[in-house]
């Protein structure tokens, strides 16, 4: 069965530089999700998407946005990175909201 | 706000042996509730999940799990352990009056010895 992809799987960027995320839900699925797990930690919810409006925010920082696009993909763009954004960052998407949310397989991000 | 806790970081066991892992999350009205597991280096799998109904949910690879009301609670059961089950357990929650966002436990750590 088809699964949530994410690209890219590692990402290392320099402080101050900005990155780019991808998430690809599962076919069908119109609500996608962004968690943020840091070492040793575990995910917290940074914000969410259903039929390409954003649904929830939790704790995002201002330098992060996202969006989702009309083939229900979804993009997190981050700027102006700091150390402590390095993490595993996981898209997961659901049917429809409330529903149970399949994971993708993370993107992890080492900022240096 | 709404928060979920799990009463063990770390959990030691032999393989064969019964697992139980407990969770609790804090009031704030219709609940639903899962458990997933996260294998080394890999991606957050759902074990299984309640939404409502029969509180004695059977998930994937013999686990399941009962959601008792009174006590806000929904442990994680393995009448028996294998040594692939060693991972990371987590329990997590979303409440409906909070929207649809995952709220998860700090995560228990389990290593089935062979």
């Known amino acids: 069965a088809a699964g949530v992809i994410q690209s890219p799987r590692h990402l290392i960027k320099e402080k101050r530089e900005t990155a780019t995320l991808k998430c690809y839900p599962i076919?069908?699925?119109?609500?996608v999700y962004w968690y943020q797990q840091g070492p040793g930690q575990d995910p917290q919810f940074l914000i969410s998407?259903?039929?390409?409006?954003?649904?929830d925010k939790g704790s995002i920082p201002d330098r992060f946005s996202a969006q989702q696009f009309s083939d229900y993909h979804s993009e997190l763009n981050m700027s102006s990175l700091e150390l402590g954004d390095s993490a595993l960052y996981f898209c997961?998407?659901?049917?429809?909201?409330?529903?149970?949310?399949?994971f993708g397989p993370g993107t992890r991000l080492t900022v240096t | 706000a709404q928060s979920v806790s799990q009463h063990n970081h770390h959990v030691i066991l032999s393989e064969a042996a019964s697992l139980e892992l407990g969770c609790n999350y804090s009031y704030g009205g219709t609940v639903n509730l899962f458990w997933y597991v996260q294998y080394p280096g890999q991606h957050l799998q759902l074990l299984l999940k309640y939404f409502s109904g029969d509180p004695l949910v059977k998930g994937i690879k013999g686990f399941e799990a009962e959601f008792i009301k009174s006590k806000f609670s929904f442990n994680l059961r393995k009448p028996s352990v294998q040594w692939s089950d060693t991972a990371e357990y987590f329990c997590a929650v979303t409440w409906d009056a909070a929207g649809n966002k995952l709220t998860f436990g700090g995560g228990t750590r389990v290593l089935v010895k062979p």
């Open positions: 998407f259903y039929e390409k409006m954003q649904s």
């Open positions: 997961a998407s659901s049917t429809r909201q409330g529903y149970e949310q399949y």
């Open positions: 076919p069908r699925h119109d609500t």
